[in-house]
């Protein structure tokens, strides 16, 4: 008797060449596909215009679902698309990221696609529609797709971020299938690290900072408050580029923090300003859904501290007062440290900042985040640096040349993603370690670096990078 055996195959549509563009493929057969996040590509991962990297370039006839891990734009910016192009099942998330992914991609579509208030609306409504809300920890059936099942798990990356297991059932076989998405640091603000999963077959795993370790969390606090002192002695200002969902809310968390120890001292009187729209409604959510936070947040919560909405706290809304507020940190002598969009200076509000306060000495600009190659944030922590700068660094931003005279300084154990120990940690912890582990989501010496270390700790695996 002949019997055809459909084996399980992962296609990758993004995040192979470098960090962004997150998108992958689960085909349980040859009619039936269920993708994993949708996200959209940027700096030199992109095809150069913004409606470009918004483009899907695969078919979707099969796809049954979409998954999200979480909603930062590389994961989830080609969803627009995606339902543009037909796609009409279930778009599974965890309970607080489907209140946030509204809100993203109606950004996405702002900045990238149209400013029609008449199709963001119809979008946003569909979206609602389609968008399916699960519970962490809790194994669902997939309505869409016989013989899966699904679980989201925390992934302390940002908040509603998860890491995905599937349980696929072809024929007789059983196979655990696990996304890591974009996995959390330990000991970062606010939310706790993930825990390893008991077991797995197979991995797919990011690799962002797979080379690398990260700083102590008492060291990179040190240094954030050595930086800004700079500020409150030469009244210059701290940029921060930020995303406007994750780190924006660890820097306030720990800025309220560092503020709250120098009681009584010149700190009290430096203005903290957020200037973004999306991250002022982001901080409200992250307030409102404080039953995801660690426990040392709720614990200053309960002390009646408040480490999202605290007095120096100033939120700027409208582009006009962004505007005037970019000219009167130009030419006033006020110390302030302004956390803004985008995290890689590739648009949004810093890129203004930027403009104006770069070519300023009493200026520092803090980078806490990856900046992929290509985009201005990279340029800048290059052509920034101590040598360039003496000699004549500059950047490029919105077609013009601006010198850099700020310092620029990087602090890396802010990132909200799992350093190489880290990685490695949360695969050494399964008590069943993959047999298959596929390394994603990363720059090719992090990718190669991470699967000599992986060979270590599983040797009779078959790890792969994607290519």
Same mark, same amino acid.
């Given at each position: 008797?002949?019997?055809?055996?459909?084996?399980?195959?992962?296609?990758?549509?993004?995040?192979?060449?470098?960090?962004?563009?997150?998108?992958?493929?689960?085909?349980?057969?040859?009619?039936?596909?269920?993708?994993?996040?949708?996200?959209?590509?940027?700096?030199?991962?992109?095809?150069?215009?913004?409606?470009?990297?918004?483009?899907?370039?695969?078919?979707?006839?099969?796809?049954?679902?979409?998954?999200?891990?979480?909603?930062?734009?590389?994961?989830?910016?080609?969803?627009?698309?995606?339902?543009?192009?037909?796609?009409?099942?279930?778009?599974?998330?965890?309970?607080?990221?489907?209140?946030?992914?509204?809100?993203?991609?109606?950004?996405?579509?702002?900045?990238?696609?149209?400013?029609?208030?008449?199709?963001?609306?119809?979008?946003?409504?569909?979206?609602?529609?389609?968008?399916?809300?699960?519970?962490?920890?809790?194994?669902?059936?997939?309505?869409?797709?016989?013989?899966?099942?699904?679980?989201?798990?925390?992934?302390?990356?940002?908040?509603?971020?998860?890491?995905?297991?599937?349980?696929?059932?072809?024929?007789?076989?059983?196979?655990?299938? $696990?996304?890591?998405? *974009?996995?959390? =640091?330990?000991?970062?603000? !606010?939310?706790?690290?993930? #825990? %390893?999963?008991? /077991?797995?077959?197979?991995?797919?795993?990011?690799?962002?900072?797979?080379?690398?370790?990260?700083?102590?969390?008492?060291?990179?606090?040190?240094?954030?408050?050595?930086?800004?002192?700079?500020?409150?002695?030469?009244?210059?200002?701290?940029?921060?580029?930020?995303?406007?969902?994750?780190?924006?809310?660890?820097?306030?968390?720990?800025?309220?923090?560092?503020?709250?120890?120098?009681?009584?001292?010149?700190?009290?009187?430096?203005?903290?300003?957020?200037?973004?729209?999306?991250?002022?409604?982001?901080?409200?959510?992250?307030?409102?859904?404080?039953?995801?936070?660690?426990?040392?947040?709720?614990?200053?919560?309960?002390?009646?501290?408040?480490?999202?909405?605290?007095?120096? $706290?100033?939120?700027? *809304?409208?582009? =006009?007062?962004?505007?005037? !507020?970019?000219?009167?940190? #130009? %030419?006033?002598? /006020?110390?302030?440290?302004?956390?803004?969009?985008?995290?890689?200076?590739?648009?949004?509000?810093?890129?203004?900042?930027?403009?104006?306060?770069?070519?300023?000495?009493?200026?520092?600009?803090?980078?806490?985040?990856?900046?992929?190659?290509?985009?201005?944030?990279?340029?800048?922590?290059?052509?920034?640096?101590?040598?360039?700068?003496?000699?004549?660094?500059?950047?490029?931003?919105?077609?013009?040349?601006?010198?850099?005279?700020?310092?620029?300084?990087?602090?890396?154990?802010?990132?909200?993603?799992?350093?190489?120990?880290?990685?490695?940690?949360?695969?050494?912890?399964?008590?069943?370690?993959?047999?298959?582990?596929?390394?994603?989501?990363?720059?090719?010496?992090?990718?190669?670096?991470?699967?000599?270390?992986?060979?270590?700790?599983?040797?009779?695996?078959?790890?792969?990078?994607?290519?």
């Amino acid at each position: 008797m002949n019997m055809e055996v459909h084996m399980i195959d992962i296609k990758h549509h993004g995040a192979v060449n470098g960090v962004t563009g997150s998108c992958h493929e689960l085909f349980l057969n040859d009619d039936t596909s269920v993708l994993i996040d949708c996200g959209m590509f940027q700096g030199a991962e992109s095809a150069g215009a913004e409606s470009d990297n918004l483009k899907l370039n695969f078919p979707i006839t099969t796809v049954k679902a979409l998954f999200v891990t979480h909603c930062h734009i590389d994961h989830v910016g080609r969803i627009p698309s995606l339902i543009s192009a037909g796609f009409n099942g279930p778009i599974y998330a965890s309970e607080a990221t489907a209140r946030l992914l509204p809100l993203v991609l109606e950004d996405t579509l702002k900045i990238g696609v149209t400013r029609d208030k008449n199709l963001i609306r119809q979008f946003l409504t569909l979206l609602h529609q389609l968008i399916q809300p699960v519970e962490y920890r809790q194994w669902h059936h997939a309505t869409s797709c016989d013989n899966l099942k699904f679980r989201f798990n925390p992934a302390g990356h940002i908040l509603g971020s998860a890491y995905i297991e599937f349980d696929c059932l072809v024929g007789q076989q059983k196979e655990r299938i $696990l996304f890591s998405g *974009d996995l959390g =640091a330990p000991y970062a603000p !606010l939310l706790p690290a993930p #825990k %390893s999963p008991w /077991r797995t077959d197979r991995l797919i795993i990011e690799s962002t900072y797979g080379d690398k370790q990260h700083e102590q969390r008492r060291i990179r606090r040190q240094n954030l408050q050595q930086i800004i002192s700079r500020c409150l002695e030469d009244a210059g200002t701290v940029l921060i580029p930020a995303f406007s969902i994750g780190r924006t809310q660890e820097l306030l968390y720990e800025l309220e923090d560092i503020i709250h120890r120098q009681k009584g001292s010149s700190w009290e009187e430096i203005d903290v300003i957020v200037d973004s729209p999306l991250a002022a409604k982001f901080t409200e959510h992250y307030r409102e859904l404080s039953d995801l936070w660690d426990a040392e947040a709720k614990s200053r919560k309960i002390e009646g501290r408040h480490p999202l909405s605290f007095d120096q $706290l100033i939120t700027i *809304d409208s582009h =006009a007062d962004h505007l005037k !507020l970019v000219n009167y940190l #130009k %030419s006033s002598g /006020r110390p302030a440290i302004v956390i803004a969009a985008s995290g890689m200076c590739a648009g949004g509000r810093i890129v203004n900042y930027l403009t104006e306060l770069l070519p300023d000495p009493r200026t520092d600009v803090l980078f806490v985040g990856y900046q992929a190659k290509g985009t201005p944030g990279r340029d800048i922590q290059k052509y920034g640096a101590e040598k360039y700068r003496v000699s004549g660094g500059y950047v490029y931003l919105d077609n013009q040349k601006i010198d850099i005279k700020a310092q620029v300084h990087s602090i890396s154990g802010y990132s909200a993603h799992a350093d190489q120990k880290d990685l490695i940690n949360f695969v050494k912890r399964m008590g069943h370690k993959p047999k298959e582990i596929r390394i994603v989501h990363g720059d090719n010496d992090a990718k190669r670096i991470l699967k000599t270390e992986m060979q270590e700790i599983c040797p009779a695996a078959e790890i792969l990078i994607p290519g």
